[in-house]
């Protein structure tokens, strides 16, 4: 079992800037992609910024040029680096991660609890 833990949200105005982490515990033997989701009301789940196990990110294109994604692999913790904040940011960002355990043979797909951030005056 893995666990995904995030935190770093908040309110904050628009042109500021948030740093999330998500720190996975649990059995973790490596971690292939570690990636962020975010949910505004009304909204469907959307794909934010994802880092592979080489170094390789994908940025979706709303938020490319403002947000960065990084990861320690000692640590087993995601960064989402959030600069330019807009209000059209706000959102439950979802931290995900799949997880190959030291007992099995293929990995499996794990979700953190969500952190609110709010970008408003």
């Known amino acids: 079992q893995v666990q995904l833990v995030e935190s770093g949200g908040g309110l904050v105005q628009p042109g500021g800037s948030l740093r999330l982490s998500c720190a996975a515990s649990?059995?973790?033997?490596?971690?292939?992609?570690m990636a962020w989701y975010r949910q505004a009301p009304g909204k469907q789940r959307e794909f934010v910024a994802a880092?592979?196990?080489?170094?390789?990110?994908n940025i979706a294109d709303s938020v490319k040029g403002r947000f960065t994604i990084s990861r320690d692999n000692a640590k087993n913790t995601a960064y989402l680096q959030m600069n330019s904040l807009k209000p059209d940011d706000t959102a439950v960002y979802y931290c995900?991660?799949?997880?190959?355990?030291?007992?099995?043979?293929?990995?499996?797909?794990?979700w953190g609890q969500g952190t609110q951030v709010t970008v408003s005056s």
């Open positions: 880092a592979n196990s080489d170094g390789s990110t």
């Open positions: 995900n991660a799949d997880v190959f355990g030291h007992r099995g043979w293929a990995t499996r797909d794990y």
């Open positions: 649990g059995d973790i033997f490596s971690i292939n992609a």
